[in-house]
T-cell receptor
Framework: DQQVKQNSPSLSVQEGRISILNCDYTNSMFDYFLWYKKYPAEGPTFLISISSIKDKNEDGRFTVFLNKSAKHLSLHIVPSQPGDSAVYFCAASYRQGGSEKLVFGKGTKLTVNP | DTGVSQDPRHKITKRGQNVTFRCDPISEHNRLYWYRQTLGQGPEFLTYFQNEAQLEKSRLLSDRFSAERPKGSFSTLEIQRTEQGDSAMYLC???WGGGVYEQYFGPGTRLTVT
């Protein structure tokens, strides 16, 4: 079963506008959430994270919001730039036995049009 | 460059052959992870080391797979008797641990089994 879900396979926005990428999770044991960006033929690059004790974390143009009651998080990119075009993965940290392994969604491909 | 490195970047092998991949983590990181990514999916956890100890293995890691981290530095992932279903991107990541959850990924090794 998919514990981390990204229901939108793709998203297209205009340069300068806001990009909102969504992620839902089912396991209430998750205690840390991360967003990664991936370009073709490269490994995922860490972008931003949030602890389950917070509801918002901001880093420059990137903000992550967490709604624990809805088991939902979102990544906001403002303003969007063409260089942001990539696949974005939502990941959750699952502290079982102290492993801190990450559980990933399937990704959302963001295209920012000039 | 002090990022995570992986070697080789690409490997083509015939079914039934053995292959070995290497990962060099960020030098001060004591935790090392292996993930596998197939087309249209997010990375899936395979196994995890803290220093030289292998602390967790996914059920995805069949007995044909073995991973080592002999001196707590680099790691190798070996696949014996490869099958076409093993074709995937194999990603290595490392982290500092100690409550820091961000994992930093290498560029991956693309395996194609013919």
């Amino acid at each position: 079963d998919q514990q981390v879900k990204q229901n939108s396979p793709s998203l297209s926005v205009q340069e300068g506008r806001i990009s909102i990428l969504n992620c839902d999770y089912t396991n209430s044991m998750f205690d840390y959430f991360l967003w990664y960006k991936k370009y073709p033929a490269e490994g995922p690059t860490f972008l931003i994270s949030i602890s389950s004790i917070k509801d918002k974390n901001e880093d420059g143009r990137f903000t992550v919001f967490l709604n624990k009651s809805a088991k939902h998080l979102s990544l906001h990119i403002v303003p969007s730039q063409p260089g942001d075009s990539a696949v974005y993965f939502c990941a959750a940290s699952y502290r079982q036995g102290g492993s801190e392994k990450l559980v990933f969604g399937k990704g959302t491909k963001l295209t920012v049009n000039p | 460059d002090t990022g995570v490195s992986q070697d080789p970047r690409h490997k083509i092998t015939k079914r039934g052959q053995n292959v070995t991949f290497r990962c060099d983590p960020i030098s001060e990181h004591n935790r090392l992870y292996w993930y596998r990514q197939t087309l249209g999916q997010g990375p899936e956890f395979l196994t995890y080391f803290q220093n030289e100890a292998q602390l967790e293995k996914s059920r995805l890691l069949s007995d044909r797979f073995s991973a080592e981290r002999p001196k707590g530095s680099f790691s190798t992932l070996e696949i014996q008797r490869t099958e076409q279903g093993d074709s995937a991107m194999y990603l290595c990541a490392s982290s500092w641990g100690g409550g820091v959850y961000e994992q930093y990924f290498g560029p991956g090794t693309r395996l194609t089994v013919t």
